[in-house]
């Protein structure tokens, strides 16, 4: 019987080394499959993993994005959980310990902490800092707000396979943040959530990465991502959380009418001023991460 199935999208014009640290992250077990989801433009050998007895390699459209490799992936998934890996990331040593012991579970979802390191270097980041907060007010009060509609990645997390199918979620095929919107949907339909402070999962910076590449086209598919992610919360009663402010602000990097084509969009939608009470604090801790990661590693500009 297979408990875990592990999701990995995969997009490279060369290189499959850090693909290959991350399939290399997971035990070689027969109750453990490694779905690896290509989307790359160059396609990858599909023998890379031939000495491995549980990983399949699988092949998307390099037109579609992350969002649609992990629908690939997950219309072949047989495990009873579904456990995401970005290609760059890894698991730690001892994840597969700490999830054998929820593999019973009776939770829709599962959290867990982790860490987060320079790609090249292995060098300490603080990419992982916010989510550990959540983990913590779940730990230290039991409120799950945060964690059910606050926790965008598709990482660090055990989620129920039966839970997915039977709601017919899927991740959004866009240039960015095609996790933002099913990570919601996935804190309303969920009926029972729980967290726990095991580090199972390390998260890399890496130069290039959607995450710190900030075109326009990027921008504007976050944006439209949020707008949708607090039009889904007030359709079931939720108030909207998620400010769309920081990107405006970005936008002016690409010239007075991108701001304006967002700051109306923002504006005509009833969503300039969500979140605002928290933008000073939230601008100034995004602010002090991207100084003390540019600090720590100068190639990232």
Same mark, same amino acid.
């Given at each position: ?9 995969? /997009? ?22 490694? %779905? ?23 092949? @998307? ?9 992990? #629908? ?5 998934? =047989? ?22 012991? +929820? ?11 982790? &860490?987060?390191?320079? !790609? ?19 730990? =230290? ?10 926790? !965008? ?6 989620? *129920?396979?039966? %839970?997915? *199918? ?10 960015? @943040?095609?996790?933002?919107? /099913? $990570? ?7 009926? $029972? ?7 199972? +999962? ?8 959607? &995450? ?8 504007? !598919? ?6 949708? =992610? ?11 959380? &998620? ?7 970005? @936008? ?11 700051? +109306? ?7 300039? /001023?969500?979140?605002?009470? #928290? ?16 600090? %720590? ?5």
């Amino acid at each position: 019987m297979i408990y875990f199935s592990v999701i990995i999208p995969h /997009f490279t014009k060369s290189d499959t080394s850090l693909l290959e640290r991350a399939v290399a992250s997971v035990p070689d077990r027969e109750d453990i499959e490694v %779905l690896v989801v290509d989307n790359s433009p160059n396609k990858i050998d599909r023998h890379l993993f031939n000495h491995r007895s549980n990983v399949r390699i699988l092949f @998307s459209d390099n037109t579609k994005g992350c969002g649609h490799a992990r #629908n690939v992936g997950m219309e072949q998934a =047989k495990g009873v959980w579904m456990l995401f890996l970005d290609a760059d990331d890894f698991f730690t040593e001892r994840a597969f310990q700490v999830f054998d012991s +929820y593999r019973d579970a009776k939770f829709d979802v599962i959290f867990f902490k982790m &860490t987060s390191c320079y !790609s090249d270097t292995l060098k300490p980041a603080h990419r992982h800092e916010l989510y550990i907060e959540k983990i913590d007010k779940f730990l =230290k009060d039991g409120d799950e707000y945060a964690l059910r509609y606050q926790w !965008s990645p598709a990482w660090s997390r055990m989620v *129920k396979a039966i %839970l997915v *199918k039977t709601n017919d979620m899927w991740w959004e095929e866009v240039p960015a @943040s095609e996790d933002v919107v /099913f $990570s919601a949907k996935l804190g309303i339909v969920a009926k $029972s959530i729980y967290a726990d402070a095991a580090e199972v +999962y390390c998260v890399t910076v890496t130069q290039g990465s959607i &995450t710190n590449t900030r075109s326009f086209k990027n921008i504007e !598919s976050m944006f439209d991502v949020r707008i949708r =992610k607090n039009n889904l919360l007030r359709k079931h009663g939720l108030n909207r959380n &998620t400010s769309v402010m920081y990107l405006i602000i970005q @936008s002016l990097r690409f010239g007075i009418r991108p701001f304006l084509k967002l700051f +109306y969009k923002a504006l005509i939608t009833g969503n300039l /001023f969500v979140g605002c009470q #928290n933008w000073f604090r939230t601008t100034l801790k995004i602010s002090r991460q991207a100084l003390n990661e540019r600090r %720590l590693n100068p190639r990232i500009k």
